[in-house]
Each structure stands twice: as structure tokens, then as C-alpha cells.
């Protein structure tokens, strides 16, 4: 196998060289190894440095792919790979009536990760637009079951992307959680209230980190910073690889003076947040006491998500042993989720079912 250019702690399995490709078999294996990686992100002088740098480099698949030459002979492996991943995490769109059935009698409620999931993956984070054939399709998705978007951006963000006032938006990973203005009946709240802030007492610390920051990461051209209320996220993949050590030595040396917060990973962004015990799987359990289910029997939470903060959701609902979860991905993940869909148009051909499903489901009642 070529040897690539991920550089881990010598008591850390390497990646294979196609990074998120992972053999069942493996996966498992990586994935804790990469969780130990960012446990133990080290914020002292070189060592701070390479840490992050490490974890740039192990969370950025492209990356690695395009630093790996392929021969004929990988090729099969691979797709044995995948069969057996999708074996395991199948199609939610070829299952659709097995999960329909599983939904039998009890209430859906629908949760939708924003990024990679409703928008694609862009460049620029300011253009990560939704189409409108996606919007129509959530909006008719709402009219039947309580929606909910769940995201790493800030509410007004990702409201502003979205549009839809009947919904409710969990911003910064679950931390910044407002009610809808406007739905249907199974919506009580009419008011788009505040419903939940765990972290308020951060604002100030974020703000502050994130001027600092802001200022800081000027030298990198490509870094992007965005603040998203209650976590300040620092883009890098529009930075040459080259210059992802400066990136990581700027971030680390800030985050270094604020022992409050924490650092964690997304696709090719490094992520700061209060290092309170709060995720999106702790904002689904609490939507879900809102909406008045927190002990119901009769429930069916749908909870669709591309990212490793997705994952937090999944978990817990394999823990309620309720409901199902939809990892967006077109390549093997290590996941705690139940299906896969391969992108954007494929969560939207699954909503769309999703309400044909309920309409017939109608017809069938009054006839």
C-alpha cells in the first residue's frame, strides 16, 4: 500500500490511504483512534502545532486521496469495501417502505442537518444555498411532521439559507435552539422563542476568541472564519496544505488562553466551543421533550446528517432504540446510523417520498 502523508502518534494505527474508505473490519478500529487523536490535542509550543496539524490532516479524505496514486489493483478492494458498508448502512431510499413500515403507528418526527445534507459542500461557506426544489421539500415535509434543522451554523444563518418559518432550527451544534413562527397544528408555539441556550454565559468568551482569531488567521490566505454564535468556526479548505502548519499554530496559540473552550473537527474546519456537555444529540433529546415525546412509546425520530457531529445524534438514538438514523456520505463511514442516502438529491428524493407516503397514507384513511 502507498504510504501517505497523515503523520499520527506512534501508539495510533494510520489511516488507510483513502481516509474515510475503511474496511468494516478496520473502521472501528480507526475510529477510535481518531477520537484518542483529538483527545489528546496538545496546546504546547511544537507540540500544539502538530497536533492540530494532524488532525487537519486526517479529517480532509480529499486531501489524502489526491496525495495517493490508485493502481487497477486497489480498485476491487474497494468496491468489495463499499459492498459490504452498504450491506450494513443500506440505501434509505431502496429500504424506504421497510422504514415506513417500521414507522407504522407512531409519529415521525423529522431532524435535518444543514450542510452536506440540505445544501451541498461548497468552497465558500457564505454560498452553501439550498435549491428551491430542496426548500419545497422540507416546507412539505413540515406540514405533516414537527422539522427541525440542526446545524453547526448560527439560527440566524442557517435561517436565513432555509426561509421556512415553521420550523425549528438548533444552531451551533444544538446550543442556540428557537421555536418556529408559523405551522400546522402539531406546532404549539407561534412565536419564535428562544428555547434553549446551555451556553449563554460563553457569549462574551466567543465574541472575544473570535475578534482575536479573526484577526489572527488574516495571514493565511484562504482561512475564513465564521462566528457562529456560541462556536467560532475557522475554515480552511480553500488554504494550500502548505501553509495548514501557520493555520494550526495561529488557532492553537489563541485557543491556548482559554482553557473553557475546546477544540473539534469538522469537514476541513476546525471548530471552538464552550466545553460544556451539550451536542446535537443532547439538542434532539431536549426538541424532542419539547414537542412533548421525551417518554412516548409512539415516536419515530428521523434524524439525517453528513458530519462527525451528526454522529452524536445517531448514538442516541441507537440508545432510545427509536427511531432511525441517515448518514449522508458517498463513501464508507465508521457511523451509528442505520441508512445512507450519497447527497443532497438524494435526501430530497427521500423527503419527497417521504410526503407521497403521508398523502397516500390520508387517502387511504378517507376512502
Given amino acids: 500500500m502507498m504510504k501517505h502523508n497523515v503523520v499520527l502518534p506512534k501508539d495510533i494505527p494510520a489511516p488507510p490511504y483513502y481516509s474515510y474508505q475503511i474496511p468494516r473490519s478496520k ?199 465564521e462566528n457562529n454564535k456560541f462556536c467560532v468556526s475557522v475554515h480552511y479548505r480553500c488554504v494550500e496544505e502548505k501553509n495548514w502548519s501557520a493555520l494550526a499554530e495561529q488557532v492553537g496559540s489563541v485557543l491556548a488562553e482559554y482553557p473553557k473552550l475546546k477544540l473539534t473537527q469538522g469537514r476541513k474546519v476546525l471548530e471552538i466551543r464552550p466545553t460544556i456537555k451539550w451536542d446535537k444529540g443532547k439538542a434532539l433529546e431536549f426538541l424532542l421533550e419539547t414537542l412533548g415525546y421525551a417518554n412516548s412509546s409512539d415516536i419515530f425520530p428521523v434524524y439525517i446528517g453528513d458530519d462527525r457531529t451528526d454522529e452524536d445524534a445517531f448514538k442516541v438514538l441507537r440508545e432510545r432504540g427509536q427511531g432511525i438514523g441517515i448518514l449522508v456520505s458517498k463513501i464508507p463511514k465508521e457511523t451509528d446510523a442505520n441508512y445512507s442516502l450519497n447527497g443532497p438529491i438524494e435526501v430530497k428524493n427521500f423527503l419527497q417520498n417521504l410526503v407521497q407516503w403521508k398523502n397516500l397514507s390520508l387517502d387511504e384513511q378517507q376512502s
Fill in 27 to 225: 473502521s472501528a478500529t480507526y475510529a477510535a483512534a481518531y477520537k484518542k487523536l483529538l483527545n489528546h490535542v496538545d496546546l504546547s509550543g511544537v507540540n500544539r502545532i502538530n497536533s492540530l496539524l494532524d488532525c487537519m490532516k486526517a479529517s480532509s479524505p480529499t486531501q489524502i486521496r489526491a496525495n495517493s496514486i490508485l493502481t487497477p489493483s486497489f480498485l476491487a478492494p474497494l468496491d468489495d469495501e463499499f459492498d459490504d458498508w452498504m450491506e450494513e448502512h443500506p440505501s434509505a431510499l431502496s429500504k424506504f417502505e421497510e422504514i415506513m413500515e417500521m414507522s407504522k403507528g407512531k409519529k415521525i418526527v423529522m431532524f435535518l442537518d444543514y450542510d452536506g445534507t440540505l445544501s451541498p459542500i461548497v468552497e465558500d461557506p457564505d454560498r452553501a444555498y439550498m435549491s428551491e426544489a430542496m426548500r419545497d421539500a422540507v416546507r412539505d415535509v413540515a406540514k405533516y411532521f414537527p422539522t427541525a434543522v440542526v446545524t453547526g451554523r448560527c439560527t440566524e444563518k442557517v435561517f436565513s439559507f432555509v426561509g421556512l418559518k415553521e420550523l425549528y432550527y438548533a444552531g451551533s451544534h444544538g446550543m442556540d435552539i428557537v421555536g418556529p413562527t408559523k405551522g400546522p397544528k402539531h406546532i404549539k408555539s407561534k412565536t419564535k422563542d428562544i428555547l434553549c441556550q446551555p451556553a449563554s454565559e460563553f457569549l462574551p468568551m466567543i465574541e472575544e476568541i473570535s475578534k482575536t482569531l479573526e484577526e489572527k488567521i488574516k495571514i493565511i490566505p484562504g482561512a475564513k472564519l
